[in-house]
């Protein structure tokens, strides 16, 4: 779960990750940093690999603000029958947090900026 957020950090469970993040409640899938730092430096190619790992949602935050990724990009989704929804990092945290205690399969890939809100969950 996480537990808290601020600028530049999130707090899953009891430990600090200040570089972006992918957090899981999925079993076979440890939380781990996750290689774009920043929404520019985001790829289709970072997004695609998690459609298949047996989630589904994955919860894409976006930084400080929303923003959209390609439609391009959601077809890799759609063929495995996964949702990505998309929302500034903060709303991603919180929605991870519902979704996850209620049992669901869900993934959070999330962009951690040094202008996040800062804020517990």
Not at 26 to 49: I, K, V
Not at 77 to 86: D, I, K, N, Q, S
Not at 91 to 119: F, H, M, Q
């Amino acid at each position: 779960m996480v537990r808290a957020y601020g600028r530049g950090w999130i707090e899953v469970d009891h430990d600090k990750h200040e570089q972006s993040v992918l957090i899981s409640s999925l079993a076979d899938m440890p939380t781990r940093t996750w290689e774009p730092l920043r929404f520019e430096d985001l790829r289709a190619s970072h997004l695609a690999p998690l459609a298949a790992c047996g989630a589904e949602l994955v919860i894409l935050g976006t930084g400080e603000r929303l923003r959209f990724t390609p439609a391009s990009w959601l077809s890799t989704f759609a063929e495995h029958r996964v949702g990505l929804e998309t929302m500034d990092t903060a709303a991603a945290c919180r929605t991870y947090n519902i979704l996850a205690s209620e049992g669901r399969k869900v993934i959070a890939a999330l962009l951690i900026e040094a202008d996040s809100t800062n804020s517990a969950v």
